[in-house]
């Protein structure tokens, strides 16, 4: 079993930031080679991939938040991040961890942006 369990998420106004964590464990050995994703979900609304990263560290992002959202990794503590600046309201939405290629997929964290 793998469990990928995120943290991080909370009520912020907007313009403000917030890091999401995302911790890989069970019987995974490594992360070291996957590729991994945020994905978000809104009230109502289809789930989006938000930015990934390659085992090589190259990262992609929603147009909605590129130049305000950074990926991260650090295989050595098999974690994943997400780093949330210029949060806007739009962004209030349940993100999840997710490995693409063993589809696995953490419970969620909420991040509310309001004033």
């Known amino acids: 079993q793998v469990q990928l369990v995120e943290s991080g998420g909370g009520l912020v106004q907007p313009g403000g930031s917030l890091r999401l964590s995302c911790a890989a464990s069970?019987?995974?050995?490594?992360?070291?080679?996957?590729?991994m994703r945020w994905y978000r979900q809104a009230p109502g609304k289809q789930r989006e991939l938000v930015a990934g990263i390659t085992s090589g560290s190259m990262t992609n992002y929603a147009d909605s938040v590129k130049g305000r959202f950074t990926i991260s990794r650090d295989n050595a503590k098999k974690m994943l991040y997400l780093q949330m600046n210029s949060l806007k309201p739009e962004d209030t939405a349940v993100y999840y961890c997710?490995?693409?290629?063993?589809?696995?997929w953490g419970q969620g964290t909420q991040v509310t942006v309001s004033s």
């Open positions: 997710n490995i693409p290629s063993r589809d696995f």
């Open positions: 069970g019987t995974i050995f490594s992360i070291s080679i996957y590729v």
